[in-house]
């Protein structure tokens, strides 16, 4: 009989829609597999809702906060359902940004300065020396970033708004010009690195994330082989020191300017990174050899407790 996976989208946070997306795709993918598919828009009857229809696996596609945080995780855990990607541990590390900067850091991979403050003390003063990035310590999908340019006077206002929906923390981390580099990590085996070019403007937006024609992808990246062999080490080394399972991606940034620093640093690693038809890592595993299907059944196939 067909392996029964309730695939688990939409959620609470901000990432609601890309999430709904990243679902539908992976559960059409799942049923081209033939597995049994229950698709879940989740609310915060999740648990009773997984107890009574107790699937042998759960693909959790939820993005941002108690989907990738470890919360899920946790009452997965609970439940002892099988689950796709990371952890608890792994999962609420990861995207507390400003405590996974600290652990990679550990590690050996290069990461931004910054600092971590409130939002209204980050609108009162420029807590850096601009240019510089103000960005929630625990969204993700470039929810709430903000780049304070060179020229910019006055620190973000919008940071003060009464209607703030996001974190109150923020992560201030200076501003690394060049390109954004990503790379993929399947299993304990980086994939490919591609470079992100924006179709409009510098910045790697949440619109260049998920529109269509929002960004352009150049894969393989024409860096120099030791940078892009580099990347990769990087994203493993990454993906290991968090404590991460089954697929994870790691963002960079790679200042080779004419006249640049020369920089790499990390920025943040994707627990569970988007999984939509313009979405990085089925790009980076289709020219690595995996279908989105091969892709989708592995991760199934690889899903446990104890992550």
């Not at 310590?137 to 020229?151: P, T």
């Not at 304990?188 to 529109?211: E, Q």
């Not at 960004?215 to 082989?225: D, G, R, Y």
């Not at 920025?267 to 890592?281: A, D, K, Y």
Request: aromatic share 6%.
């Amino acid at each position: 009989m067909a392996k029964h996976v309730a695939v688990l989208m939409g959620g609470l946070s901000a990432e609601r829609t890309v999430s709904l997306n990243s679902g539908a795709a992976c559960a059409n993918a799942l049923e081209g597999e033939g597995y049994r598919v229950t698709r879940i828009d989740v609310d915060r009857n999740i648990a009773a809702v997984l107890s009574d229809l107790r699937p042998d696996v759960v693909f959790n596609a939820l993005h941002g906060r108690w989907g990738e945080d470890g919360i899920m995780q946790g009452i997965l855990e609970m439940l002892r359902i099988p689950y796709t990607h990371s952890g608890v541990l792994a999962s609420a590390l990861a995207m507390q940004k400003d405590r996974a900067k600290a652990v990679m850091a550990a590690a050996g991979v290069p990461v931004p300065r910054g600092v971590t403050v409130h939002r209204l003390e980050a609108a009162k003063r420029h807590v850096m020396e601009p240019p510089y990035v103000v960005k929630p310590a625990n969204e993700g999908s470039s929810v709430g970033v903000i780049i304070v340019r060179e020229d910019r006077t006055h620190p973000p206002q919008e940071l003060a708004r009464e209607d703030w929906a996001l974190s109150e923390m923020m992560l201030v981390e200076n501003y690394v010009a060049g390109r954004e580099l990503t790379c993929a990590v399947m299993g304990d085996k980086p994939l490919g690195v591609i470079d992100i070019r924006p179709a409009t403007g510098v910045f790697y937006d949440y619109d260049a994330k998920y529109a269509k024609g929002g960004s352009i992808h150049v894969l393989p990246a024409e860096i120099k082989p030791n940078i892009y062999q580099l990347v990769q080490e990087l994203a493993l080394t990454a993906h290991q020191a968090l404590g991460c399972r089954g697929v994870s991606r790691a963002d960079f940034r790679y200042d080779d300017r004419p006249g640049g620093t020369g920089e790499l640093v990390c920025l943040e690693v994707n627990t569970q990174p988007g999984m939509t038809e313009t979405s990085l890592v089925p790009e980076l595993a289709a020219h690595a050899g995996h279908s989105f299907g091969e892709l989708v059944r592995w991760m199934v196939e690889d899903a446990s407790c104890d992550r």
